[in-house]
């Protein structure tokens, strides 16, 4: 019955425009990291995610909220030139906006930019250390960068704040049996 009252009041929470203090500094974030490291309801946890998800796109400066929805359209649409643009403008504008950092950090790796697509992730992970989704980049990041110690450091990060996050426990055991491959 609980479970079904959290899970209510969660989508419930979906409803409704997002409030004051959205983005990193939403007031709702604490409880809904919470949820999603205490429930064990598939539901509910999603519910929390999206929730997160959205605070962290959202500004309360309408023009920055538009401007992120811009640049993520055209991050989606594969303009990564101009995704860069708009986040670039963002960043400037809003440098305390840890979601413009983020998302130009994905764009760089989409480019192939890493060194970029870190130093984005770094201040993306000041403001908002529980970021999951940076830490999952920073993961996926130091994969490629060979750097397996790294990798398997940022993903644990990640489910620190995210414990369900699909296939990230495979992929941390599986970077562990190869990083001990090659201490042998």
Known sequence: ???TLVILSVLAALALPAGAGADQNDPDLDSLFDILKTSGAPA??????????????????????????????????????????????????????AEAWNKRATVYFFKGDLEKSVEDVDRTLALEPRHFGALSGLGQIEMLRGNGEAAINAFEGALEYHPALPGLPELIESLEEAVRGREL
């Not at 959205?54 to 594969?78: I, K, L, P, S």
């Open 1 to 3: 019955m609980r479970q």
């Open 44 to 97: 509910e946890m999603r519910a929390a995610e999206s929730l997160i998800w959205r605070a962290w796109m959202h500004h309360d400066n309408a023009a920055y909220d538009a401007m992120m929805r811009d640049g993520t359209r055209a991050m989606n649409e594969g303009n990564f030139d101009r995704a860069i643009e708009v986040f670039s403008e963002l960043v400037e504008l809003a440098p305390d906006y």
